[in-house]
Structures are given as C-alpha cells and as structure tokens.
C-alpha cells in the first residue's frame, strides 16, 4: 500500500492562505484516487475535496463549506498531492489529513483505504 504523509500546517490568520502538501511513498500515487478530510475537537471526521485517477480526468469533487476557497491538485511525476486553502476562516481550524483508495474515489470516510498521520491547521481570528 501507499504510506502519506502530510506537511504544510500552520498557523494563519483569518483570511489568509495556506498549502497543504500530501507526499505518498511505497507505490504509485497514480494508482490512487486522492482525498483530504479534516477533524475539529469534538467533531467527526469530514470530507473536504477528492481528486479522482488522471486517467479517468482527474476531476474534483469539494464540500459545500470550501466550495470555491480550497484547490485541489495532484502532480503524480511528484507523487504528491496538494490542497490550496484561500480565505480561511476561524471554522476551518482542524487536524487535516490526506486520505487515498485504489478503488473509490474518498468523498466519505468509509471510502478511503489508506490515511496520513493528519497535519494541524489553526486559523485565527
């Protein structure tokens, strides 16, 4: 299986941006469709974007809450995966992590296969 790891955390202030990086080791993240989930204190695990296989067009698929302020991208020549996060707001602070599945695209927790470790993000405000 694919291991990952997530970098790119930090502290930021309300408004500001940050990027996400997601490095995936062991096998071939072209095999794999991509995801990023995030968890605040006291709640549940939830979607934040998915990126299916380049082969089927590498679509995007985002939740309502981040809808047209996170990006994100995958460069498969870096076995890397990416989420550009702009106009953060104080309610986006959570331990973000990358998620990957061979066979569905991890729109749902139940859909992912392998995890990172997670990567905090704290926005102020």
């Known amino acids: 299986q694919v291991q990952l790891v997530e970098s790119g955390g930090g502290l930021v202030q309300d408004g500001g941006s940050l990027r996400l990086s997601c490095a995936a080791s062991g096998r071939t993240f072209s095999n794999y469709a991509g995801g990023w989930f995030r968890q605040a204190p006291g709640k549940e695990r939830e979607f934040v974007a998915a990126v299916s296989w380049t082969w089927t067009g590498g679509n995007t698929f985002y939740a309502d809450s981040v809808k047209g302020r996170f990006t994100i991208s995958r460069d498969n020549a870096q076995n890397t995966m990416y989420l550009q996060m702009d106009n953060l707001k104080p309610e986006d602070t959570a331990v973000y992590y990358c998620?990957?599945?061979?066979?569905?695209?991890?729109?749902?927790?139940?859909?992912?296969?392998?995890w990172g470790q997670g990567t905090l993000v704290t926005v102020s405000s």
């Open positions: 998620a990957a599945s061979r066979y569905r695209i991890p729109d749902a927790v139940r859909n992912a296969e392998v």
